[in-house]
């Protein structure tokens, strides 16, 4: 089975409905769509699985999961990430990776910005 992507939907400049005048959401529905596409192939391609995807942008799983595997070029990975602190405390580096990534979303964190455009500026900085 051939994929075809298309190249201005997959684009890594994620712009803003001119309708919405730098807000969150677009009252087109279409558009809003769009957007939360965007943002969840950003999420993809930096790391994130479906789940995280989905909750940041309100998808069903279904969509991301389709997405996921014409990007990665993989299904995405099962399972649940480990709720535990441990791996946190192993480390010095981890802890200061945790607190740095704590900062800087208190600094990004806008009204106007969706939470995975939050997210994706946390981890792009």
Partial sequence: MSTTLCPPLISSNLR?????????SCPVERCDY???????????????????????????????????RQLMGQPSPSGQLPYSDTWLL??????????????????LNSPESSPARILIDVFEV
């Fill in 90 to 107: 192993e480390n010095d580096r981890h802890q200061f990776h945790a607190n740095l990534i704590w900062y800087l979303h208190r600094r």
């Fill in 16 to 24: 803003f409905c001119p309708g919405s005048q730098g807000k969150d």
């Fill in 34 to 68: 769009a957007q939360k596409i965007q943002e969840s192939i950003h999420l993809i391609r930096l790391g994130a699985r479906v789940g995280l995807a989905g909750q940041l942008t309100g998808l069903e799983k279904k969509t991301l999961k389709c997405l996921y």
